[in-house]
């Protein structure tokens, strides 16, 4: 009998032991920050890179447990955030304007209780035209026939507002992209406009305009980037590097930006190690979403953004020694 009493009371010590190897202290698990982040539909690549910026910041900061969190993008996660479902997430910064400044779907309802981390995708938009149309600047385009890009896109509604704010009225040809690219091959249009996907290369549709007629890329003047600014100040400009195609040289547009955002409560320091984890573990975020490869996230956030900072990020930009613009400083 006393054998089996100690054999049992050995079957429970085992057991405990291995209750505690299996369910860490309640004490250790409190002492982790936990983080909802929110992303987007996780068919989209962009899901992908949220889940490596996660893991990239679990990994380097052991203090901090990131869960990713699947959304309906930009929208949902900004309100989101402001219920307190989520501590941050994906964001399109001209939306994420609207929301600081109470436009759009928030008119009269500002949210300023959200700053961004980084911008890490620009969607630079593209005004592309046959170099044999006789066009080289955007003035150029009135009356002419022209496409704007897919509709319905946001593509479409942003080359509409910058000619817009330029006095600029083509004959808008409206319909998809396949529409439009048949359509500038045949000359019954100049040209047309495209989102690209980075700054190191056009999209695969002006490539193959490219492969049957020789294109111009139309840029933008810094006046004439102010005088759109002016009347569309979420619109944000952004400067293409030389060579994206053959000879074109290095020109002004505006993009689309995508980055993250945070709610502003979050601790100035621990928003700084995670800005400098993420910056520091860029690479395991290429191997995810390979489009990043090339960019430089403080440089390309300081340069494009037009919502304020977290002081946090903040404070990591200028430990790198570089100057944030006062209009990006709370």
């Given amino acids: 009998m006393k054998l089996l009493r100690g054999f049992i009371v050995l079957c429970l010590l085992i057991a405990i032991g291995l209750g505690g190897l299996s369910y860490p202290h309640p004490a250790l698990a409190a002492s982790k920050k936990l983080l ?33 969190v699947e959304t309906g993008a930009s929208v949902d996660n900004i309100n989101r955030i402001k219920k307190g479902e989520l501590d941050l997430g994906l964001t399109t910064i001209h939306l994420q304007y609207q929301a600081y400044h109470g436009l759009g779907p928030w008119q009269g309802k500002a949210i300023k209780d959200q700053y961004v981390l980084w911008v890490y995708q620009p969607a630079p938009q593209n005004f592309v035209v046959r170099e044999d149309s006789g066009v080289k600047s955007v003035y150029d385009l009135t009356g002419k026939p022209f496409n704007p890009g897919m509709r319905g896109s946001a593509t479409e509604k942003t080359a509409e507002s910058i000619l817009d704010a330029l006095g600029v009225n083509p004959k808008y040809y409206r319909g998809g992209t396949e529409d439009a690219v048949a359509a500038i091959k045949d000359k019954r249009v100049v040209g047309y406009v495209k989102s690209g996907a980075g700054i190191t290369s056009l999209d695969a549709s002006t490539l193959d305009i490219a492969t049957f007629t020789p294109i111009r890329i139309l840029g933008f003047s810094s006046e004439e980037i102010n005088k759109v600014q002016a009347k569309y100040p979420y619109l944000s400009p952004i400067t293409i590097p030389k060579g994206i195609y053959k000879e074109i040289p290095s020109y002004q547009t505006f993009a689309m930006l995508i980055g993250a955002v945070v709610k502003k409560d979050l601790p100035e320091e621990l928003v700084y190690r995670m800005v400098k984890a993420v910056w520091e573990g860029f690479d395991e975020q290429v191997a995810a979403f390979p489009s990043v490869k090339g960019v430089n996230l403080p440089q390309l956030t300081l340069e494009t953004c037009t919502v304020p900072l977290h002081p946090g990020a903040i404070k990591y930009y200028k430990e790198l020694g570089l100057k944030v613009p006062e209009h990006l400083i709370p």
Avoid: L
């Fill in 36 to 68: 909802a982040m929110g992303t987007t539909q996780a068919a989209s690549s962009h899901y992908a890179y949220f889940v490596a910026v996660a893991k990239v910041i679990n990994t380097k900061m052991p203090d901090v447990n990131i869960t990713v």
